[in-house]
């Protein structure tokens, strides 16, 4: 394929018209560009043109970044073999490189048009990603060199585009760890000295420009790139010049910081709306200094949390640096009560650093005096709805809905900011607010209650409860207040679920779920009286009060009087929430019915039918809704895990699944069948599955199809889901073996047994890399499940599951967490309880019989649970009840071993089980009242001006990340594989073997080897140890106690 840049730029022109016989043909030319030589240089150059339309050098710059990121370098499908093209990458030529490296930062730099500046930008990033610093030295050199002519004002594109490509290249560092950081270290080395000044330059009182706020919006985002996890030349102590972890040295940019949030923007320079001025690169400008202070501070200004090499820098931060800038946060926070203007996202951020700021002594002692200010001239109007609000409650209620249940709000919303702040407040430095706080709430109340309606003012009163509410955790802790939560609900939340303002009465249903747990003082009249507000609220004509009604109803169903309200009109109240599910997709309201369903359960089993006809149906209307409705994509979940609540109710009813079939097996094909389109809800189909797997007496065939389902999800997009799949895996094999064993589907044109997709996943996974123990074990209680439930039918798979599980157990010899060994052993021990004489013939032909027992007799000590303790037993004694003469000498000279095993395991079993007797006994003893524990010290007031705020969990978490040597420690630390797995817990695991005695089986064992060769054990008698003996005749003694089992 050969393209001159003439034709392609007609092939761009062409993708933009409206003609498809025109238009089609050029999407299929860029769409094989990648397949073009030189098509990345002709890219470059029409990009650059500036006598080329602008949309044309904008789809050119498009083109070349997506270019450069598919084919700079090879890329690695996560699962290779099923890449969907099967052809071989495209990697572009050196030569295109070296043409993209040489010439792509002057075309940068010399871009006047922010939209292809920043596509350019991208561009330079990911190919830094590979590049840089080894291929592509020039890089740094070049835009430095620009920077330094920023005294030159013809030059100023210039400088900006080079601090844009600098910030690109910094990125690349940003989230690496320290040891990876090196060239980062050397970026802020050589850049740092020439940024400097330029910053000082540009926060300067009297510069106003728009090209000086975007260069030094620049600057601060390299300083925040370079800064934001580390600071630059600390790791491991080896410093370069400039040293920013020396304190001393930091301090010139404290000062840009400072300059930069204190500039004072005059109200005629700024732009006349509020998007223009949220946009405004001024308003932008002290967004990062603030973003940056507020990092500083949550990374350094407690001294005591710091790491150890930067303790002095945080003691000096703390000191020094935190008062100095809470000038400026404040002063900043002074504009809105003043009349002037400023963005959300600055009071957001100003907020969350003098929340930062109450829990360090130094910064708390100058904000106390400014405490009224900061909580009724600040905070209170922040949390009040605005007059957009409003309108958006009234008109627009969807959005509404949506933007106040919106997971991002705490990281962008001042409304929450400003909560956050006041509950800290009154959390950490209580008495110094509490009084004053709750007589000013308590004075708006009184207020409002007294106005008259055309001076009622509705704004204050939400805001007053909405404070009230996100503080009732400190209201419920402390006795004074804990007694006037029921007087303020009955004088003035009650009222409001009949008033005429739409967000009152919203909030009064917001302000049940907040004050649910009160203890009311009536004959239960008054929580009956709420319940029928709510559940009228839930038919309200405003969307935002069902929403919260719905939300509400689910705190006010422990209560007796609650299920005699409920129960009556329970089919309504359903009809209630699916109405409002159809409406809105809303996680929190599914999750409200869901907990309705489970605690009614004994009273949903009419309903079961159309609550998972309703729930199904919902679901496929959220997914309906497309990848961009975040809110829809959680309520979908929420219903899934709401069809498995039901489920559970009906446990008992098993019959009633039968009915439920047609409903879900669409949903869980529609999940299982996509390429993984649906993966987000894997987790809870695959809970459906093993409800309806488990619960009914047998398997329907449609159900049968599904196991094939999981199988290739399991092997083309789901690896990492195994651990949720072998539960209902298990169930196929267990509830019909002889169905699952005859059972076949056709793959790849081949026909294949179900039993070898179970063998193939088991393979997978144990010679997969990237599975991890946890998952290798839960893989091999597929086979243990096959050799348990299929007796007599797996003859031809035995030396499959043999070639598997010794291959693994021989790499797992040696490591000293014995996990994966057991559960390989145990596997083996289900072999054994298959067909001893088969087994031991599997280990004789691979001449491992010596080892094997020997490895298993060991592990055996190490074993803790229940399973394969007895697994262990019943197997070994299998062999001892073949005839001496039918086992290898190998095994015949470990007897003695083997009986010695066999009684100390049991033993362990016994008193395990006399331990559970025990400890039953004590639950049904301990009736301690616990009715009115409330966590937390109610007498604590808070922390003196003189205390920084500390907590012992906050001590103990920082205690043990200092424990961890590295990335990999703190990671595992993180997700939480730096304890034991949970996955062996077999306390719920159902098996053929339940119904055997161990005990007995023990005795019955020993009892008939004796009878049958006497001569032989009484050799083993006399091999035993005396503990071993004496043991032995306890546990003959506990056999003989139990009842006989007819």
Not at 797 to 807: A, E, G, K
Not at 810 to 838: C, D, G, H, K, M
Not at 991 to 1010: Q, S
Request: aromatic content about 10%; hydrophobic content about 40%.
């Amino acid at each position: 394929n050969i393209m001159d840049t003439e034709a392609l730029h007609v092939a761009l022109q062409q993708s933009f018209s409206p003609d498809a016989s025109l238009r089609l043909p050029a999407e299929q030319t860029i769409k094989n560009l990648k397949q073009i030589p030189g098509a990345i240089k002709m890219l470059l150059e029409i990009a650059t043109e500036k006598q080329v339309q602008f949309e044309i050098r904008q789809a050119a710059a498009i083109q070349m970044k997506n270019l450069c990121r598919e084919c700079w370098t090879e890329r690695y499908a996560f699962m290779s073999a099923h890449n969907e093209s099967g052809q071989q990458q495209i990697i572009l030529s050196e030569d295109d490189k070296d043409f993209v490296r040489m010439n792509l930062v002057g075309s940068l730099l010399s871009e006047p048009e922010k939209s292809i500046q920043g596509l350019m930008a991208e561009t330079l990033h990911s190919i830094a990603i590979h590049d840089f610093p080894d291929n592509w030295p020039t890089l740094l050199p070049t835009l430095l060199q620009s920077i330094a002519l920023s005294n030159d004002s013809s030059q100023a594109l210039r400088v900006h585009n080079s601090l844009l490509a600098l910030r690109k290249v910094c990125k690349r560092y940003e989230f690496k760890p320290r040891e990876h950081r090196g060239p980062l270290n050397e970026i802020v080395a050589q850049s740092f000295p020439l940024l400097l000044p330029l910053a000082r330059r540009l926060c300067d009182p009297g510069e106003n420009s728009v090209e000086a706020a975007m260069m030094l919006k620049q600057i601060l985002k390299i300083f925040w790139s370079s800064t934001q996890f580390y600071l630059p030349g600390d790791s491991y102590g080896n410093s370069i010049t400039p040293c920013l972890s020396n304190p001393h040295a930091m301090q010139p940019w404290f000062d840009v910081l400072h300059f930069s949030l204190a500039k004072p923007l005059p109200e005629e320079i700024q732009p006349h709306s509020v998007d223009e001025r949220n946009s405004w690169p001024w308003w932008k400008v002290k967004k990062w200094a603030a973003q940056i202070m507020a990092r500083l501070f949550s990374r350094y200004g407690i001294a005591s949390y710091a790491e150890d090499e930067a303790k002095d820098f945080a003691n000096f931060f703390s000191q020094n640096v935190a008062p100095q800038f809470l000038g400026p946060v404040c002063d900043t926070l002074n504009l809105r009560p003043t009349g002037q203007f400023c963005t959300d996202r600055v009071v957001h951020l100003c907020l969350t650093f003098v929340d930062l700021a109450i829990e360090l002594a130094p910064t708390y002692k100058m904000l106390k005096p400014h405490m009224d200010f900061l909580l009724y001239q600040v905070c209170f109007p922040t949390v009040c709805l605005t007059s957009d609000d409003i309108d958006l409650f009234e008109n627009d209620p969807h959005e509404f809905v949506h933007r106040q249940n919106s997971p991002l709000a705490d990281f962008y919303d001042p409304r929450m900011s400003a909560i956050t702040l006041i509950t800290n407040v009154v959390k950490h430095r209580g008495k110094d607010v509490i009084p004053r706080l709750l007589a000013f709430l308590q004075e708006n109340l009184n207020r409002y209650m007294i106005a008259t309606n055309e001076l009622k003012n509705p704004v204050e009163k939400d805001g007053t409860f909405l404070i009230l509410g996100s503080l009732s955790e400190v209201l419920f802790r402390k006795k004074p207040y804990v007694t006037e939560v029921e007087g303020l609900l009955i004088s003035s939340v009650f009222p409001e679920f009949g008033s005429p303002v739409g967000f009152l009465r919203s909030r009064a249903c917001w302000m049940v779920q907040r004050f649910s747990s009160v203890k009311w003082t009536d004959d239960g009249t008054h929580l009956k009286t709420l319940l029928e507000m709510v559940l009228r609220a839930l038919s309200d004509p405003a969307l935002p009060v069902q929403i919260e009604a719905s939300k509400a109803l689910r705190f006010l169903i422990d209560a007796d009087v609650a299920h005699q309200t409920l129960i009556p009109v329970l089919p309504k109240v359903l009809e209630e929430y699916f109405r409002i599910m159809n409406e809105i997709g809303n996680d929190e309201v599914v999750t409200a019915l869901q907990v309705i369903i489970d605690k009614f359960g004994d009273h949903i089993e009419p309903h079961a039918t159309a609550l998972v006809s309703q729930l199904t149906a919902a679901f496929k209307t959220y997914c309906d809704a497309g990848d961009d409705d975040d809110d829809a994509a959680m309520a979908a979940a929420q219903c899934l895990e709401c069809i498995s609540t039901v489920l559970k109710g009906i446990c008992e009813r098993p019959e009633i699944y039968k009915t439920l079939e047609p409903h879900l097996l669409p949903v869980t094909h529609q999940i299982l069948s996509k390429d993984g389109d649906f993966i987000e809800y894997l987790e809870n189909a695959l809970d459906i599955i093993t409800f309806l797997t488990y619960f009914p007496s047998d398997i329907s065939n449609e159900l049968w199809e599904i196991f094939p389902m999981i199988y290739l999800a399991f092997d083309q997009w789901a690896f990492d889901y195994l651990n949720l799949m072998v539960p209902p895996l298990e169930n196929f094999i267990s509830k019909a073996p002889q169905v699952f064993m005859s059972k076949t589907t056709i793959m790849d044109n081949k026909t294949v047994s179900y039993a070898d997709l179970i063998v193939s996943i088991v393979t997978k996974t144990l010679q997969e890399d990237r599975a991890s123990p946890a998952e290798a074990r839960k893989a091999v209680s597929l086979f243990m499940s096959l050799l348990l439930n299929c007796k007599g039918m797996l003859d031809n798979y035995l030396t499959m599951i043999n070639d598997q599980i010794i291959s693994k157990l021989a790499q797992q010899a040696s490591e000293e967490n014995p996990a994966t060994r057991i559960s390989l052993l145990v596997v083996i021990a289900a072999a054994f309880y298959y067909n001893p004489l088969l087994e031991l013939a599997e280990l004789e032909k691979r001449g491992v019989t010596q080892q094997v027992f020997a490895q298993w007799l060991s592990d055996a000590e190490k074993m803790d649970k229940w399973f394969p303790r007895k697994i262990t037993v019943i197997a070994l004694c299998s062999i001892l009840q073949l005839p001496s003469m039918s086992l290898p000498q190998t095994v015949g000279n470990m007897i003695p071993q083997i009986v010695s095993t066999i009684t100390s395991t049991t033993s362990k079993i016994e008193k395990d089980v006399d331990q559970e007797i025990e400890e039953d006994k004590f639950d049904a003893d301990d009736t301690g009242d616990y009715d009115d524990y409330v966590e937390g010290d109610e007498d604590f007031e808070g922390f003196d001006e003189d205390q920084d705020v500390h907590s012992t969990t906050d001590d103990a978490y920082i205690d043990a990340l200092k424990n961890f040597s590295g990335t990999d420690d703190v990671a595992k630390f993180l997700m939480g594989d730096a304890w034991i797995d949970d996955d062996d817990d077999d306390d719920e695991f159902n098996t053929p073997l339940d119904d055997i005695e161990t005990v007995v089986l023990y005795r019955d064992t020993l009892k008939a080897a004796f009878e049958r060769e006497p001569t032989l054990y009484r050799q083993v008698q006399q091999a035993l140890t005396k503990e071993t003996l004496s043991v032995c005749q306890q546990l003959f003694a506990v056999a003989d106690s139990l009842p006989t089992k007819e």
